[in-house]
């Protein structure tokens, strides 16, 4: 199955972000290869395994967080819940939610292609993502009744497919159809 698909590094080259660095610098340094589904467990810092920690990424979530609160998406704010105070992150810059909001509507209804082979891989991504994330359905709120249905029905014939054919017939999207294997599994 596509989620024991050992990950390989092509390239190693800076891309200027932080935590995308240091997960290269993680995926070189491995040895032997992992698989895509131990990689979501490291890269989400949800590995139990000992001989595994150093490659675990630390603080992902307040790190992720951080860099989108430099960018001016999230702000940072101190919740009381009864006992304790707690750090969210609410967003603070709507305008980039919506028009990732906006792009997903779009793809799944106005730009629909009806093959993942031409929809455009950080498109699929994201959609992967948000699935994944179980935050897709909240894409379709703002939609008409008819328009929803459709979205979801076509966001559900896209989830559905398998990934282990799409992945054998993708160009350089076999990633997120691995990663999608893995959440599905």
């Known amino acids: ?36 589904q131990t990689w979501i467990e490291l890269l989400t810092g949800e590995t139990w395994n000992p001989f595994k920690l150093q490659y675990q ?4 979530r307040e790190r992720l967080a951080k860099a989108l609160v430099e960018k001016g998406i999230l702000t940072t704010e101190k919740q009381n819940f009864l006992l304790f105070d707690m750090t969210t992150h609410p967003v603070s810059n709507a305008s980039e939610k919506q028009r990732l909001v906006k792009k997903l509507q779009e793809s799944l209804l106005e730009r629909w292609v009806n093959d993942p082979q031409r929809m455009e891989r950080r498109t699929l991504a994201l959609l992967v993502l948000a699935h994944s994330s179980d935050v897709l359905e909240n894409v379709f709120t703002s939609l008409a009744d008819d328009k929803y249905d459709l979205a979801m029905n076509r966001t559900k014939d896209l989830l559905d497919m398998d990934p282990e054919v799409e992945a054998s017939k993708a160009k350089g999207a076999e990633m997120i159809w691995a990663v999608l294997a893995a959440f599905n599994k």
Do not use: C, W, Y
């Open 57 to 60: 990424l630390r603080n992902v």
């Open 1 to 36: 199955p596509m989620v024991s698909f050992q990950v390989l590094l092509r390239s190693d080259a800076p891309t200027g972000d932080v935590l995308l660095d240091e997960t290269l610098r993680h995926i070189k340094a491995t040895e032997p290869a992992e698989t895509v």
